[in-house]
């Protein structure tokens, strides 16, 4: 193996089998075992790696938002002028990716297979990630912004972005924009 391949870890493997096994539907029917045997490892080994069905669940879902977030990163360059214009693009990358992308298609029409509450009502660690992201970037860019401010924006543009992946609201570029001008109001008045 050269230098430059990758080395697919035990966790990477298991992750995408549990991505695998997401996108052919019916989450609630897949079973551990099966997961294991699509990474090439045994059911305990899974069970070590992650203890439970539902935190496999969970790290799947951490893994995607990561590569989301690092998605929206690259959208924003160039779009930094104030917090509002990065906010914008961020959240046009975001709507445009989600149309586009086969694991949130399979959790938003598989209602019954159990992965949509990761994007709903058991989606703490999700939002937190998303939230914690925009925060620190904004913090980052534009350290004169108060940190209560800050911590509203991020928290506001998360929960409405979340919101229009799961029930889609418009055109991705007048849903950001809609975001933009309330990013705005939000920090009217500050440094």
Not at 58 to 71: D, K, P, V, Y
Not at 86 to 97: F, H, K
Not at 124 to 145: I, K, N, V, Y
Not at 171 to 179: F, L, T
């Amino acid at each position: 193996m050269s230098k430059a391949a990758t080395v697919v870890t035990t966790r990477q493997a298991l992750l995408d089998a549990a991505y695998d096994a997401a996108l052919a539907g019916d989450w609630e029917r897949v079973r551990m075992a099966d997961v294991a045997k699509a990474a090439g490892v045994s059911r305990q080994t899974l069970y070590y790696e992650f203890g439970s069905k539902d935190a496999l669940a969970e790290a799947l879902s951490l893994r995607e938002a990561a590569r989301w977030m690092e998605g929206a990163d690259a959208a924003i360059v160039g779009h930094e002028g104030t917090p509002s214009e990065a906010v914008a693009a961020g959240t046009v990358w975001t709507l445009e990716e989600a149309a586009r992308n086969p694991l949130l298609k399979a959790v938003l029409t598989d209602d019954v297979g159990g992965l949509l509450p990761y994007l709903t009502t058991r989606a703490e660690s999700l939002q937190a990630a998303a939230r914690d992201h925009c925060a620190e970037h904004l913090s980052s860019h534009w350290p004169q912004l108060p940190r209560e401010q800050v911590l509203l924006v991020a928290d506001t543009v998360t929960r409405l972005t979340f919101s229009h992946l799961v029930l889609p609201g418009g055109r991705p570029d007048q849903v950001a924009h809609d975001i933009a001008v309330l990013v705005d109001a939000l920090l009217e008045g500050a440094p």
